[in-house]
């Protein structure tokens, strides 16, 4: 009986710890879960905004580009929308420019082309900027050059403050243009280039301005200074009076290499967007800039330059050894260009 009574006495004393309900663990993980996310979604939301607006302009930017319905599905490559580094376009940003570089050589009437193009208020010719040989020093060189031109970030007197339409320059065929024609060619399909090859057909009247220029580089018969191109009558006659001598016996030699490296540039570029012209059709008809303006895609206007004209007179008056040329070309496939003359 004591037994009983002392192991009934122990059991009472004895107290088992309650078991923990499962609810309230659940609870207690479900508050924590809680109070992280509030505190995450804050910190998102404080950086959004922060960064948020800019990074929505910008999609916005690139997912609605400048787009002209009027342009023909085949003339959209040959449409550039540039952002410049330097400056806004600002009201022009959607504005499409064209791409355009001037294929020639030296006294070809390129200098006084180009003066004509800038005339024009939407176009900016910005010369021959290759005549630097740093610039063509290599393909990056050139490709920099060309990136650096074509964005609307090369600042010339030709740059224009209004809408721009078309950009280029002029690029003499032995400024790096013929040594590197494979990537310039690539470069010009890609990047929507087009080319305008402007040639003389008189190689012998280009031959005695080349001279000419040449002579007046070293004297400088103008007040000490040597001008390739001139403003005036006056200017004119002056480096008019200089008469080159011609070496007869490499004449041909020398007319023949000038004729392929113009046909080897057309070649390379033929796979390109071009036109060709030549300067006689130029000077005896000024409607054919009407095709230049049309094919450079700008509205068409009246355009004018300053240049005047050096060598004028007929070839037999402007050669020193007149007579050992004529000999040298009589009976030619070059004979024509003893007598191919224009009037100015």
Request: proline letters at 4%; glycine letters at 4%; aromatic letters at 8%.
């Amino acid at each position: 009986m004591a037994e009983d009574c002392c192991s009934f006495n122990k059991e009472s004393f004895i107290i088992k710890p309650p078991k923990k309900s499962p609810l309230a663990l659940r609870m207690v993980v479900l508050a924590a879960v809680m109070i992280c996310g509030v505190y995450i979604c804050s910190m998102c939301l404080k950086q959004i905004g922060n960064h948020g607006v800019p990074r929505i302009i910008k999609i916005e930017l690139a997912e609605q580009p400048c787009h002209d319905p009027g342009i023909p599905p085949s003339e959209i490559p040959y449409a550039h929308y540039p952002e410049p580094t330097t400056y806004s376009r600002e009201e022009c940003a959607c504005t499409p420019v064209r791409y355009f570089a001037i294929l020639s050589m030296q006294r070809s009437g390129s200098g006084w082309f180009e003066t004509l193009l800038n005339s024009h208020i939407n176009i900016s010719s910005n010369g021959e900027i290759f005549s630097v040989k740093e610039r063509r020093s290599s393909i990056l060189a050139i490709i920099k050059t060309l990136d650096k031109v074509y964005n609307l970030d090369w600042h010339s007197s030709a740059s224009k403050n209004e809408c721009t339409a078309a950009v280029g320059f002029k690029w003499m065929l032995n400024q790096g243009l013929m040594a590197n024609h494979e990537k310039i060619v690539d470069y010009f399909k890609i990047r929507g280039v087009s080319a305008i090859f402007l040639f003389r057909r008189n190689q012998l009247r280009q031959m005695v301005s080349i001279l000419a220029n040449n002579h007046d580089r070293n004297t400088k018969q103008l007040n000490g200074t040597h001008k390739a191109h001139v403003h005036s009558k006056d200017e004119a006659e002056v480096l008019a009076r200089y008469k080159p001598t011609i070496n007869a016996t490499s004449l041909i030699s020398h007319l023949r290499n000038t004729g392929e490296l113009a046909a080897n540039a057309l070649e390379y570029f033929n796979g390109t967007r071009h036109i060709v012209l030549y300067y006689e059709d130029l000077i005896q008809n000024r409607t054919k800039m009407v095709d230049v303006l049309d094919f450079l895609k700008v509205p068409q206007r009246k355009l004018a330059s300053r240049h005047v004209k050096i060598h004028t007179r007929p070839l037999s008056e402007q050669v020193q050894n007149w007579d050992d040329v004529y000999c040298a070309l009589k009976g030619s496939r070059y004979e024509n260009f003893l007598h191919a003359d224009y009037k100015m």
